[in-house]
T-cell receptor, first 116, second 117 residues
Framework: GAVVSQHPSWVICKSGTSVKIECRSL??????MFWYRQFPKQSLMLMAT?????????EQGVEKDKFLINHASLTLSTLTVTSAHPEDSSFYIC????????????FGPGTRLTVT | AQTVTQSQPEMSVQEAETVTLSCTYD???????LFWYKQPPSRQMILVIR??????QNATENRFSVNFQKAAKSFSLKISDSQLGDTAMYFC??????????????FGTGTRLQVTL
């Protein structure tokens, strides 16, 4: 089946530093990848949609300069949290859509970010 | 904009029993998909079942089935013969079909299901 990986699974960083999270589709090509944020005991909130080779589309209220998304290839998208602050601590989940299956998203296992 | 409502924050069911999770949605679209996702303690999102709006027949996947009422905009999930491994957060999700830009999932707030012995 379709597998999406995320790296790292868990990261701690100091306030003011930047951290990069990778999302990879391992056995399929993904023209579109999505980045979500999930606070404890809450639902997934879509942050942005990225298409391979083009700029990401951010949801309203999401700071594009703070959450940099790059989708350089059909199997890799990255989310960089710049100048992280404790309020950025959260669980970040990516998902990828196969080029051949337009309605299904395959989710990564998530990355827990803790900013101290 | 679409909204998805799950009115049951928490539910509990005994092993081997049947439980139904509720979901309603609001949309003016006619072509869309509905999904139920499971998020166990590992937090990996797992697709449980999918329903195409144009299909009148309710989707089923082994012990999981849905009751899709398009006119009422209701999409409930029935879990039969509940197992301890079904303990998880369950999210109902809506996706309208669009051309061009990718269709996005809109999630409900989730229902935490606890299966007990």
């Amino acid at each position: 089946g379709a597998v999406v990986s995320q790296h790292p699974s868990w990261v701690i960083c100091k306030s003011g530093t930047s951290v990069k999270i990778e999302c990879r589709s391992l056995d399929f090509q993904a023209t579109t990848m999505f980045w979500y944020r999930q606070f404890p005991k809450q639902s997934l909130m879509l942050m942005a949609t990225s298409n391979e080779g083009s700029k990401a589309t951010y949801e309203q209220g999401v700071e594009k300069d703070k959450f940099l998304i790059n989708h350089a290839s059909l199997t890799l998208s990255t989310l960089t949290v710049t100048s992280a602050h404790p309020e950025d601590s959260s669980f970040y989940i990516c998902s990828a859509r196969s080029t051949s299956v337009s309605y299904e998203q395959y989710f990564g296992p998530g990355t827990r970010l803790t900013v101290t | 904009a679409q909204t998805v409502t799950q009115s049951q924050p928490e539910m509990s069911v005994q092993e081997a029993e049947t439980v139904t999770l509720s979901c309603t949605y609001d949309t003016s679209e006619n072509n869309y998909y509905l999904f139920w996702y499971k998020q166990p303690p590992s937090r990996q999102m797992i697709l449980v079942i999918r329903q195409e709006a144009y299909k009148q027949q309710n989707a089923t996947e082994n012990r999981f089935s849905v009751n899709f009422q398009k006119a009422a905009k209701s999409f409930s999930l029935k879990i039969s013969d509940s197992q301890l491994g079904d303990t998880a957060m369950y999210f109902c999700a809506f996706m309208k079909l669009t051309t061009g830009t990718a269709s996005k999932l809109t999630f409900g707030t989730g229902t935490r299901l606890q299966v007990t012995l």
